[in-house]
């Protein structure tokens, strides 16, 4: 038996189907995954997303400490409330992890890092901060609810009455304080809507609160296809300590200036920088009958180029999309190895689809 969200009883009287997701019992489905999927593009889905960790930093040395640990700079954070999505590297540029940063205060940040790495996350900020005046407090206390979709923000507007009035103008990644729950305009699904934060005991209440005002549960499958569509990486299967930001799409999330700001594993990114990168991550469109997905092989002029890293069908366009890490040099067309046969794709720059509609 894996550990359980405070929503997990939730969960099993909605008929979810229940899997192993990183050690947690989670919902993969309440019936459909592509009803689920498009129930998000077109109006509002709500997601368990309690396995995420929550972590917050305070103390004077946490803004030196975070320019530190992360690839981005949280010197760009300049109001309150604002969010910032960075990697946490090791020493030769790899990915320990991705994550969204917020700034509170100039001496208190919160971070939301994925469930799948928190032992190794939590073990590598404890070594990396041993020469800084910083707190690190895991909130095991809270629970967190993904709302998503063009009426996500005025179903949970609805559901929180006058409160609700305190976010009409919260900005895009931003969060702020509403009660006792902390909202974040923030997601993983290329629509718009809050990730919210609360205590745990208070966690099946405003679900059904939600329930009430016709948000309707989703699992991780629709995450999947949702946050692929949106081009957006999975940790584990986009990029891991084996790869760089450089090789993973991602290279717009690291601050080279100032130059003089010392991150952990800058040397390693300037060096690869310098040489040019060998592989990248690009995104394909599948133009024959198939589906695509992970580790299916990519050829180029009857060459092995790379393989899949994320591969689905995707609801929205109703054909078969994927990431792919192939060599630098792919061009804008190559093969797919699906089931033995070769299959034509497009190479083409994610995303694939964002606020319900495409991108191609």
Not at 157 to 186: C, I, N, S, Y
Not at 253 to 276: C, H, K, M, Y
Request: aromatic share 8%.
């Amino acid at each position: 038996m894996g550990k359980h969200t405070p929503l997990y009883d939730m969960h099993v009287a909605q008929n979810a189907k229940i899997v192993d997701f990183g050690g947690w019992d989670m919902p993969i489905n309440y019936g459909s995954q592509i009803e689920e999927h498009h129930q998000v593009r077109n109006d509002a889905g709500m997601f368990d997303v309690s396995h995420m960790t929550v972590v917050d930093l305070e103390g004077d040395g946490t803004r030196d400490f975070l320019r530190y640990l992360l690839a981005n700079d949280v010197a760009r954070l300049k109001d309150e409330g604002k969010a910032l999505y960075s990697c946490m590297l090791n020493e030769q540029g790899g990915v320990i992890d991705d994550l969204i940063v917020y700034f509170l205060r100039h001496d208190f940040y919160r971070m939301v890092i994925n469930a799948a790495t928190t032992e190794n996350d939590l073990a590598w900020i404890e070594k990396q901060v041993a020469n800084f005046n910083v707190e690190v407090t895991v909130r095991n206390d809270l629970a967190m609810i993904a709302i998503q979709g063009p009426n996500a923000r005025a179903k949970v507007h609805q559901a929180m009455g006058d409160l609700a009035a305190e976010l009409q103008d919260l900005g895009v990644f931003f969060m702020r304080p509403v009660g006792d729950k902390v909202v974040a305009r923030t997601g993983y699904t290329g629509e718009d809507g809050y990730e919210i934060m609360l205590p745990a005991e208070q966690a099946s209440t405003f679900w059904s609160q939600l329930l009430e005002v016709g948000v309707k549960p989703c699992g991780l499958g629709a995450r999947d296809t949702l946050r692929l569509e949106a081009g957006m990486n999975l940790y584990g299967s986009d990029m891991d300590e084996s790869v760089t930001p450089l090789e993973s799409a991602l290279n717009w999330t690291v601050a080279w200036e100032p130059q003089e700001r010392d991150f952990i594993g800058r040397q390693a990114l300037e060096s690869q920088r310098q040489e040019g990168v060998k592989h990248k991550l690009v995104g394909l469109v599948l133009q024959d009958k198939g589906v695509l997905r992970n580790h299916q092989k990519v050829f180029v002029d009857g060459l092995e180029a790379g393989e899949i890293t994320s591969g689905s069908f995707a609801p929205t366009l109703a054909q078969s999309i994927a990431f792919a890490r192939v060599t630098a040099n792919i061009g804008s067309h190559c093969k797919v190895e699906v089931r033995n046969k070769l299959l034509d794709a497009d190479v083409v720059k994610p995303p694939f689809a964002r606020n319900g509609k495409s991108c191609l």
